[in-house]
């Protein structure tokens, strides 16, 4: 089966947004094995309690609590899914905060300059529910969505504007999205042990008011062809969305949602699985199963968030596990990029590159407290394989 890798996609500027690169190296033969990393062995942790491969480093950007360096904005709690977005020679790191909307929920940004310090920071949504993950569009807005029954997708705006509740995507446990601009569609995960994979269909692209929500229909095995269904009743009341189409695929615990070149990824976190959609030919695989690791120990569980690199490596967040990010090569090796130490009752979460693709951002969601309130944002710097 021919696999497709990843393209890069970079903004251009405000409201626009274009898709360039080329075709990456390597070629996807699922499912992935434990593997040396292409960094290299990690190292002892550093001041900040995270082992890294040489060469890479880490600062803390944010603590939830405590106003961002450079800014006068206080980071908000439970830092969770996250994306980059380019701002001229500098980008933006657009983070959610996972908590009720009683103890501020929403999302919070932090503009960066063309070195990386922070220039400012400021709140992009407020008084929404436990907002986990979400995606960002070709057009310069980040869907931040809620992980709470009938929850919502609400589109935010980093660069300016007021955030707009998207109820026609869908009223479910909304966990990631991903979007399209081949198909004109954004994917979506949804954290239920029932979940499904879902993809809205805008009836103008780019305008996220109105359209049609779609379910995956397939069979039960872990490989095979997929079709797309219409969704009756999006607003999930008074049957959820989940039960109304009759051989709608069921993903235990839907997570990380990441789209590149003709090809969607997502995590289940149920069964620890990372799975690999081929949107030209309508068939779907396993790219990662711990159950399936033949040669020693999986060294990917709880998986989470994911995101992708411009070479066509996958970056893969544990919730639970040994709180690492891992990763998967084009050539379907797994190993762990980094593991942060001393923080075994938190999660991470929000991996994210800048557009130059040599600094991830990652968030601790509880840091050392294990507590809403101790969350911490990290970036990582270093010689990332572009």
């Known amino acids: 089966m021919e696999r497709r890798t990843f393209m890069r996609a970079s903004v251009l500027a405000a409201g626009t947004a274009a898709f360039s690169g080329s075709l990456m190296r390597g070629a996807f033969a699922a499912p992935a094995q434990n593997a040396t990393s292409p960094y290299g062995a990690l190292l002892a942790a550093d001041a900040n309690g995270i082992q890294l491969p040489a ?29 980059c977005f380019a701002d001229g020679t ?17 999302a ?4 960066f300059n063309s070195s990386g310090t922070p220039t400012a920071a400021s709140r992009i949504l407020s008084g929404t529910n436990n907002n986990c993950a979400g995606g960002k569009t070709p057009w310069n807005t980040w869907l931040s969505c809620e992980e709470v029954s009938l929850g919502r997708v609400w589109e935010t705006y980093p660069f300016g504007g007021a955030a707009v509740a998207r109820p026609a995507m869908g009223r479910f446990k909304h966990e990631a999205a991903a979007a399209d601009p081949v198909r ?6 949804e954290d239920e042990s029932t979940g499904r994979f879902y993809r809205f269909v805008p009836t103008t692209w780019g305008n996220l008011s109105s359209g049609t929500l779609q379910v995956l229909v397939a069979g039960s095995g872990t490989s095979g062809s997929f079709s797309w269904a219409n969704v009756p009743d999006p607003d999930g009341s008074p049957t959820a969305t989940r039960n109304q189409v009759s051989g709608s695929k069921v993903f235990n615990g839907g997570e990380g949602c990441w789209y590149a070149n003709d090809t969607v990824w997502i995590t289940t976190k149920g069964d620890n699985r990372v799975w690999q959609f081929n949107l030209a030919n309508s068939t779907f695989e396993l790219a990662y199963d711990d159950n399936l690791v033949t040669n020693g120990t999986a060294p990917l569980t709880g998986v989470d968030n994911i995101t992708g690199s411009s070479y066509g490596d ?4 544990e919730d639970g596990g040994n709180m690492e990010i891992n990763m998967i090569t084009p050539d379907d090796k797994v190993s762990p990029f980094l593991r942060v130490t001393g923080q075994s009752s938190s999660e991470l979460c929000g991996p994210a590159f800048n557009p130059a693709g040599n600094r991830l951002y990652f968030s ?3 840091g050392t407290s294990g507590s809403s309130s101790g969350g911490i944002t990290y970036c990582v710097t270093g010689p990332f394989r572009t």
Not at 184 to 189: D, L
């Open 108 to 111: 919070s940004m932090i503009r």
């Open 55 to 83: 060469g890479f480093t880490s600062q803390v950007i944010a603590r939830s609590g405590q106003v961002v360096s450079g800014t006068s904005y206080t980071w908000h709690k439970a830092p969770d899914g996250g994306a």
């Open 184 to 189: 004109k569609v954004i994917y979506m995960t």
């Open 314 to 317: 996958l970056y893969v967040a």
């Open 90 to 106: 500098g980008w933006i790191y657009v983070s959610n905060s996972e908590v009720s909307s009683s103890s501020g929920g929403g």
């Open 364 to 366: 601790s969601q509880r």
